[in-house]
């Protein structure tokens, strides 16, 4: 088996970092629906690094062959382009469910779609598990607690969701996401893991997609007004993108079968965040208040004793060091956007 691995590994193109080979009783072969997003492609990376095979299946409505582009071609990587309110019949061990828009502005673009990628999308994906007796793990969300009055936010907290408001296709499609899970789970008797996210940010966030982060380091890049909306009360707590990884694969691999929080428990009001920003990045920016949107929840940050316990997790990276390996990153896209424009 050693030289088997050793001739595997000569065969590889050098330009791949570095994978571990393992053998076939570590490794598994990982379905990541989403996985050319933002969180996707880091879990990609990172279950790739540990050697395994992984499958992303995505429609690339959000997410870009780009993020995933250090693997195409490797043996054990593969990209499928594919809807999933539609069935997938492929074979695999375990599968990290994360396909849906997630900022405000994307999901709300086409809210029918947001909640049939959430229910029917999410049935299929039950469904293919069931008949290979596969974990799965949800990607749920700290929406599920809506506009919360209890704060923070801990997993026995029903959540205070408007059905019908502008964020109820995301908020309600994934509350309905996770009551599938569990009927499946309890039905089927099927294996099932829920990890309800916080505002997570990062290296691969869209550009473009209208969250704050992203918003605010464009904006005081390019020397724009900074854009709070309201009057910058309202909270967030931000955690970065490698935390968030660390907990994703934590909790598929832990016994714990009850959603968990993961997020940075850390609180900021947009205002603080707005100054951070400007602050990390210089420039000419100044901040400005414009209209509030609706439904906006006020106040949000995580309780995570239950992660904490039960999976010995808790987001290590500091704010102003993930913002900014994120404001490099914005920079290094700019740079290539301005680029491609001028040619
Ligand atoms: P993202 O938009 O970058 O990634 C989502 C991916 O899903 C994209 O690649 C998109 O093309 C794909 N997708 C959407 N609909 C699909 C469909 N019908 N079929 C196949 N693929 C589809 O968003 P993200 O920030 O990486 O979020 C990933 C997951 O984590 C989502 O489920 C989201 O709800 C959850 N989440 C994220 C955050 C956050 O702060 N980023 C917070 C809470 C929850
Ligand atoms: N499904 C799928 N791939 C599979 C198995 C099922 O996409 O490998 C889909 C299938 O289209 C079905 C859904 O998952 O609509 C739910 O499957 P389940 O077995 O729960 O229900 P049923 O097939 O009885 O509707
Ligand atoms: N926000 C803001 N300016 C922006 C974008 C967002 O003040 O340019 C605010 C928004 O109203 C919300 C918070 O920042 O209170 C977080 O918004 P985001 O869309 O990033 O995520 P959410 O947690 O609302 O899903």
């Known amino acids: 088996l050693k030289e088997k691995i ?3 590994e000569s065969r590889m193109p050098k330009h791949y970092p570095e994978v571990r080979f393992l053998n076939y009783v570590h490794k598994k072969r990982i379905l990541i629906t989403g996985g050319a997003g933002f969180v996707g492609s880091h879990l990609v990376d990172r279950l790739m690094l540990q050697g395994h ?6 429609n690339f409505f959000t997410g870009r062959k780009l993020n995933v582009e250090q693997w195409i071609g490797h043996m054990n990587f593969e990209l499928i382009h594919h809807d999933i309110i539609n069935p997938l019949y492929i074979e695999v061990d375990e599968i990290y469910h994360l396909a849906s828009p997630a900022s405000p502005p994307h999901y709300m673009k086409n809210p ?11 049935i299929n994906i039950l469904g293919l598990a069931r008949r290979l007796g596969a974990r799965v793990l949800i990607a749920s969300t700290s929406e599920v607690y809506g506009d919360p009055d209890i704060h923070p936010q801990p997993e026995t907290y029903w959540g205070h969701v408007n059905p019908i408001g502008p964020r109820a296709c995301y908020d309600e499609g994934k509350r309905i996401s996770e009551t599938l899970a569990y009927a499946y789970a ?8 829920v990890a309800r996210i916080f505002n997570t940010y990062g290296p691969r966030m869209h550009m473009n997609d209208g969250r704050v982060v992203s918003n605010f380091i464009l904006q005081a ?10 009057s910058g009360e309202q909270t967030r707590s931000f955690q970065f993108i490698s935390d968030l990884v660390d907990g994703l694969i934590l909790l ?10 993961l997020g940075n428990p850390i609180e900021h009001t947009i205002n603080e965040f707005a100054t951070i920003i400007k602050e990390l990045v210089g420039g000419r920016s100044t901040i400005q208040h414009v209209t ?16 904490k316990t ?3 997790w808790e987001p290590k990276v500091p704010l102003n060091e993930g913002l900014q390996k994120t404001v490099d990153y914005f920079k290094k896209e700019l740079k290539q956007f301005n680029y491609s424009q001028r040619s």
């Not at 095979?53 to 995505?58: A, K, L, P, S, Y």
């Not at 779609?113 to 029917?120: A, D, F, H, Q, Y």
């Not at 598929?252 to 929080?261: A, D, I, R």
């Not at 106040?299 to 992660?307: F, G, K, L, V």
Request: hydrophobic share 35%.
């Open 252 to 261: 598929m691999n832990s016994n714990y079968t009850l959603p968990v929080n």
């Open 53 to 58: 095979e992984v499958i992303v299946v995505d």
């Open 6 to 8: 050793k001739i595997l």
């Open 112 to 122: 029918v779609k947001t909640i049939k990628t959430n229910t029917l999308g999410t």
């Open 292 to 307: 509030e949107v609706e439904d906006d929840p006020q106040r949000r940050r995580p309780d995570i004793t239950r992660a």
């Open 186 to 193: 309890k039905q089927e008797n099927m294996s099932i893991r």
């Open 310 to 312: 039960v999976l010995n």
């Open 221 to 230: 890049l390019q020397n724009d007004v900074i854009t709070v909306y309201g």
